[in-house]
């Protein structure tokens, strides 16, 4: 007991920040103090108010009544581009919704992560108040840019694939190879390590994923806490992927996971930074049934890498993996799912 009462007198408790401190935060932060309500700020943009109000809520923003001054001019303006953009035909009424509540969802979390990042801070610095506010004017406007920045980027590496693959212009469907990559044993492990430390042994593993995922020329589409499903044109690259970070969960001296990985290859329909579809089903059954350390693909996977090698299109790498078909794989939603393992070639073997 005495060692738990000591426990609880070291643990950091709440932080008083004082009202005038957050709303002056709040107006540092939308550019002025709230002056509009939900129904002025519609009548100024010239939107209906039911559109105004189901945006906001796509956003994913709390709930405001008609009456509650919450909103500033800048919502007026946002309000007014997000009409422009339906009026143009860059928001079709069929993704409008879809597409905002995404941008809701990326922003939301990466507002929270960084109000944490930022908070952590300020109290380390001594005087919370302060702090955050020496922060937050110092710290969010170079955040800021930097955010525009890789946003930037990434809408240029997109564009680049876009003109190299133009059959995306009219198709819904692309053919590509899906992975999922799962950390073998995550409850077991989650369960004996503090809360930093498992934040420490995720984000590795996220992070050397992503960095090998981008390096085959494939793209992360996203996390899942204890897993990865990433996306490549290439089946080979993909197997290359997965074999890589089975063989380093193996090591005992890699503080890489132990994990495991399912590949399919075949039509994939693209929507919002998120891929749907029966190829990407088939890879998630396919990582279920997997033993720990090992890969498994499907015939369409397979049967890429065989047309590719008896056409003299396979590099040395390729030559060096051994297959074996399974007897069957019993997967949800399929009749009969067809499975190879592939692992490399030994030199004793």
Partial sequence: MADETEAEGT???PVDVPADVVQAMEAYLLGEEPTLTRVQVAERAGVP??????????LGFPHRGDDDIAFTESDVEALRMSADLVEIGILPAESQAALVRTWGRSYARLAEWQTTLLAGLAVEGGDPATSLTE??????PRVEALQTYVWRRHLASATQHLLQDTSTLTQAESRLSVCFVDIVGYTTQSRSLDG??????????????????????????KTIGDEVLFTVADPAAAVSIA????ERGADPADPFPAVRAGIAHGAVVRRLG???????????????????????????VHEALARASSEGESDDEESMWRWRRLRRVSAKGFDHLEAWRVRPQRSDD
């Fill in 49 to 58: 108010l039911e559109l105004a109000v189901t945006l906001w809520h796509q």
């Fill in 274 to 300: 998120d891929v749907f579809g029966s190829t990407v089903n088939a890879a998630s059954r396919l990582t279920s049934a997997a033993r720990p350390g090992t890969v498994l693909v499907d015939a369409g």
């Fill in 135 to 140: 922060l937050a004017t110092e710290v969010l």
């Fill in 196 to 221: 930093a430390a498992l934040v420490e042994w995720v984000d590795r593993f996220e992070q050397d994923t992503t960095t090998l995922v981008v390096d085959h020329a494939g793209q992360v589409i």
């Fill in 243 to 246: 074999l890589t970070l089975t």
């Fill in 11 to 13: 643990r950091a408790g």
